[in-house]
């Protein structure tokens, strides 16, 4: 499998810049991979697909407003994009412009201050309270958004039922649900559970080699609290299916179902890999060449996501964070 067997082209004008007001009312692409077939409805048709007891687990991992934008000492523009606290008072960034050197103070709105202390983008803040940190940060809109983020998107790059804190991008095929949805589809039957995958930058990181077998992950912290563990085992036993809501949710199943008892996931989805936790996938439409794009195309066949993806570009769907949604069933 070489990287170009997983592009696709996309003209640049559906790539959705802003999210639709209702959350619900985007588009849903279902794909039937028993008889390969496509249909073609609104997100709201998603409760006429699962039957009673079938149970979906979303992800409930929450964005950190993780962007901060300030002034060097000379006045030259900064940004900083909080990817973690390591300990203390310490985080790691990714930090513009690249040649800031160590030791460099950059002030932000309302007094806040922070230093840079190594070389591996590490950096300090006076006052550590998460309030003040993040007071001063944005959503961290994926690059393929053209704008800065705005006041809306603090509640539109952000799931109804987002909880723990601690991812830098949305786990975005949730963010079509709204909390009367859920609420219409469990009187439906429906269950729920949540994992929590705290969906990294790497999520953005290109592949860059020709072998996508040699590309590696960047690890990601997940969790699947006893209530999730509890919710498949009893799936299972009603002989239900298990709707994964996104990539996230899939892998964290996928990487559990495997025996991984640990904090982290590096696990890497692509054509051959056999899947053991979950039926049926809830997504968005993924960038070209991006581990994403693999994951679907393992799932429902590399020939039939091409399929259904040049039939999104002759319909004219929206692609990506805020587009529209596919239903892999």
Known sequence: MKLSDFDYILPKELIAQYPLKKRDSCRLMVLDRKKQAIEHKEFGDLI????????????????????????????GKAEMLLLKQKKEFIFDALIKPSRIKIGERIKFSGGTVCGVISAKNEVTFKDIRPETVYGVGVMPLPPYIKRDAEQLDADYYQTVYAKNNGAVAAPTAGLHFTKELIRDMREAGVKFSAVTLHVGHGTFKPVKIDDITKHRMEPEAFNIPDSAGEALVQARKNHARIFAVGTTSLRALESYARGNILVETDLFIYPGYKFIAVNCLLTNFHLPRTTLFMLVCAFAGTDFIK???????????????????????
């Open 307 to 329: 399929k259904a993806y040049a039939e999104a570009v002759d319909r004219k769907y929206r692609f990506y964070s805020y587009g529209d949604a596919m239903l892999i069933v």
């Open 48 to 75: 006429k697909y699962p039957q009673k007891n079938d149970l979906f687990i979303l992800n409930d991992t929450k964005v950190l407003p993780c962007r901060l934008k300030g002034r060097r000492p000379t006045g």
